[in-house]
């Protein structure tokens, strides 16, 4: 029998594994907050996944963290900052030889989470999938991407992403995964924070030519300096591409701006301006833009980190 997927996050790409996991005959376990999330769940009767306007839920068996089955392969797809405490939760029930595969935006949650566990194989992802939840238990597939895969220390790729080809998750064994999630960082903090500034959609920044420019200048001048020159190269050309090609879309940190919830900035632009300091790097526009972007969140009452 298939080891299960435990997923950690009913977020919009938690969501949109567990389901299409579910949909190819793959164990899957929901892994939720507490008892009253479970109940809430439970009345719902599944995850529901909307895919070219066609809907099909899936009864896929929730749980909380004190669930008595021991996990051999963990999802974590909760925010960045959230991870580290998630796991915590879940850490007496993790296998000595666990798999974890950590889907976070940016930079930061993924090294907190393998420090904390170092027997554990901690696998960095990057995906460019599009989701939103249009309400609880029920995702909506937006856009259809890429997820890479890597691991830094073993560089062997596991034998479950046969798995992941069955599912119809299109996915990468990546032996840079580091440069794919440098070069996506990058990509977040030049337009991410102006889409929030503006209040905009991703369209609407080619308005804002010289600044996208700028700051694509001095993020590839910290990518050269952090030893990722392969993220560096032709970033200006990929910032616009995408912001071309996801037009019509509200950036992650716009929807959680106008939903009122915390935004994942220390782990976008507050580490690439941290990773400046280290390197004794004066980044102008780019601190500047994060002072603006903080500026915002307090004015809107949102933490600030």
Request: charged share 20%; glycine share 6%; hydrophobic share 40%.
């Amino acid at each position: 029998m298939s080891t299960i997927w435990h997923i950690l996050g009913a977020g919009s790409l938690g969501t949109l594994w567990a389901t299409r996991l579910a949909r190819a005959g793959l164990p899957v376990r929901l892994i939720l907050r507490d008892e009253a999330r479970l109940a809430n769940y439970q009345a719902a009767k599944g995850l529901t996944l909307v895919e070219h306007g066609v809907e099909q839920t899936y009864p896929v068996i929730g749980e909380t963290p004190h669930g008595p089955e021991p996990i051999h392969r963990l999802l974590v797809a909760c925010k960045a900052y959230d991870a580290q405490s998630a796991v915590a939760q879940l850490q007496h029930r993790l296998m000595q030889d666990a798999e974890l595969i950590l889907l976070q935006n940016g930079l930061g949650s993924q090294d907190a989470v393998a420090a904390q566990l170092p027997q554990a194989r901690c696998i960095f992802a990057s995906s460019t999938e599009g989701a939103f939840r249009q309400a609880d238990w029920r995702v909506v597939f937006a856009g259809h991407g890429y997820t890479w895969l890597g691991d830094s220390a073993r560089p062997t790729p596991p034998v479950w992403l046969d798995e992941l080809q069955a599912a119809g998750i299109p996915h990468e064994w990546s032996t840079d995964i580091l440069t794919r999630l440098w070069r996506k960082l990058a990509l977040n903090c030049a337009i991410n924070p102006l889409t929030v500034l503006y209040q905009c959609r991703n369209g609407e920044l080619q308005k804002h030519q010289c600044e996208v420019a700028t700051l694509c200048a001095e993020l590839g001048e910290l990518l050269e300096c952090c030893g990722q020159p392969a993220a560096a190269q032709d970033l200006q050309a990929e910032v616009e591409r995408v912001i071309h090609a996801t037009a019509a879309n509200y950036s992650s940190m716009y929807q959680d701006v106008a939903n009122a919830r915390r935004t994942e900035i220390s782990y976008l632009l507050g580490y690439a301006c941290q990773a400046a300091t280290r390197h004794q790097l004066t980044l102008p526009h780019l601190q500047q833009l994060q002072q603006r972007l903080i500026d915002q969140l307090v004015v809107r009452r949102l933490p600030r980190d």
